[in-house]
């Protein structure tokens, strides 16, 4: 140690720095001698516990937001759910596998976030991301070279880059833009998908209300004709936010919902919450995960 308060007295000085940190140790509060079990859920458990305590009914949505359906088995009872920020985890044995592994693949924090984000939505799971275009790139992996996506024609730039360029020359989609707002356009647009020699929509994109012209599209009307035709509907709802329109109450198979927006403005100081997919199952989500529909 250079100079400093510390040096006065000679001690610090004369500490190896081994020493040094077994102090530090020593001073550390002491878990509980009891470990106890985490109490997370996977994400079909959710489902299956929320039917058999029927809570979302009774749940209010301020209620739900203030209230996680999952609690952390924090040892120290903190408030606020305490962050894992590591990336491995050990396993209790060479055969024997825990909950997590590794933090790409699942995290404790980030299952309780998506857990949440479920049950606001009255969704059967979600995927949280680090932005609302890497959603949005994720839910195209669900159509296969040769099938069509239908979306509407006033979206948000970046959604209509990613429709106009990637989807079309790197994915090998059909990209099919009608007006949202009308219903008979939508369906006229998937039957004529659904004709011989077409390339049958497989994916209805709806962002309502729509940026920038903020019109509203009728998402229960589209998702019905939809289903109809063996389409999916994802629903971008970043400007409403869950908190005013629950696209899978209204008939979606999914909902994104990018948190720069309503959940999150812009450069606020909850800058780090990231943006998620709500799925209803069980036309989703292994498919996010294991490729086209
Ligand atoms: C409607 C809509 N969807 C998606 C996005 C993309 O979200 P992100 O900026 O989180 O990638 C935006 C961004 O402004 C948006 O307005």
Known sequence: ?????????????????????????????????????????????????????????SRSIQ??????????????????????????????????????????????????????????ENADGAFAFASGMAAI??????????????????????????????APNKQGLHVRHVDMTKVDEVRAALEEGAAEGNAPVKLVLIESPTNPRLEVCDIAAISAVAKEHGAVVCVDNSIMAPIFQRPIDLGAEISMTSATKVRRPRSSAHSNYPSRLTVRLPILPAQVHRGPL
């Open 1 to 57: 140690m250079a100079s400093g308060g510390a040096n006065v007295t000679g001690t610090r000085s004369t500490r190896s720095l081994a020493h040094r940190f077994s102090l530090c140790r020593r001073r550390a509060p002491t878990f509980p001698a009891k470990k106890k079990k985490l109490m997370f859920t996977t994400r079909g458990d959710l489902r299956a516990r929320s039917a058999q305590e029927g809570d979302k009914v």
């Open 63 to 120: 209620t739900r937001l203030v209230h996680m359906t999952d609690k952390l088995d924090d040892p120290f009872d903190s408030v606020a759910p305490p962050i894992y920020q590591t990336a491995t985890f050990n396993q209790p044995g060479a055969t024997d596998f825990g909950p997590y592994d590794y933090s790409r693949s699942g995290n404790p924090t980030r299952t309780l976030l998506e857990n949440q984000m479920a049950d606001i």
């Open 137 to 166: 790139a994720t839910v195209m992996r669900l159509v296969k070279p040769g099938e069509s996506v239908l979306a509407g024609n006033d979206i948000y730039g970046g959604t209509q880059w990613f429709l106009g360029k990637i």
